[in-house]
Each structure stands twice: as structure tokens, then as C-alpha cells.
């Protein structure tokens, strides 16, 4: 399994933007590029649910409330995914995991703190 790592996260107002980055070491770069990569998010007292997530030549899959507000890339080479969030709401407030599953071998990372709030 990769070795994931997130940052990015912090404490925004209502309507700002987020850019969260989930770097992936003990890798290859034929892995990362093959592996379903993805965010999850889990709010306090609540059940850890996907965010976003992509996968080599095809469109990227967002939840709901992701949708229209959130763009989930990656850039091969420096092997890393990012979460471009736009226009959050307080709802979004949650750690945030990186999450890769390579033909059934699956990494987390850690979590970023996403804070929301006036």
C-alpha cells in the first residue's frame, strides 16, 4: 500500500476555499497512476462518508454536497491528489482523509482539520 499524507486544512469562512493535497510515497508511479484515489470526511458524531474520488481515464465521482463545489485532481508525477473546495459551508466542517485502493490494497492518511465558520 502507498503511504498517504494530508495538509491543506484549516479554519475558513463560510463561502471561502480550501485546497487540501494528500501526497503518496512508497510508490511507484504506475501504482499511484492505477489506483482509485478519493477523499473522505467524517464531522464529529457522524459516520465517515466519500467526499470525491478518481481513477485513470475517467470522470471524477463526487457525493451530493460535493457536487458543483468541489473538484477532486491529481497530478502524476509530483504524486499527489488534491481537493479543490469552493464555497463552503459550515456543514463541511470535518477531518478530511486521503484514501487509495490499488486492485484491493487500501491506504488512509491521517486526516486534515476542515473548519468552517464565522
Known amino acids: 500500500q502507498m503511504y498517504l499524507k494530508e495538509s491543506g486544512g484549516g479554519l475558513v469562512q463560510p463561502g471561502g476555499s480550501l485546497r487540501l493535497s494528500c501526497a503518496a510515497s512508497?510508490?511507484?508511479?504506475?501504482?499511484?497512476?492505477?489506483?482509485?484515489m478519493g477523499w473522505y470526511r467524517q464531522a464529529p458524531g457522524a459516520q465517515r462518508e466519500l467526499v470525491a474520488s478518481?481513477?485513470?481515464?475517467?470522470?471524477?465521482t463526487y457525493a451530493d454536497s460535493a457536487k458543483g463545489r468541489f473538484t477532486i485532481s491529481r497530478d502524476i508525477n509530483k504524486r499527489t491528489i488534491y481537493l479543490q473546495m469552493n464555497n463552503l459551508e459550515p456543514e463541511d466542517t470535518a477531518v478530511y482523509y486521503c484514501?487509495?485502493?490499488?486492485?484491493?490494497?487500501?491506504?488512509w492518511g491521517q486526516g486534515t482539520q476542515v473548519t468552517v465558520s464565522s
Open positions: 484514501h487509495s485502493d490499488y486492485f484491493g490494497a487500501v491506504s
Open positions: 512508497r510508490s511507484i508511479l504506475s501504482t499511484f497512476n492505477s489506483a482509485l
Open positions: 478518481i481513477r485513470h481515464n475517467t470522470s471524477p
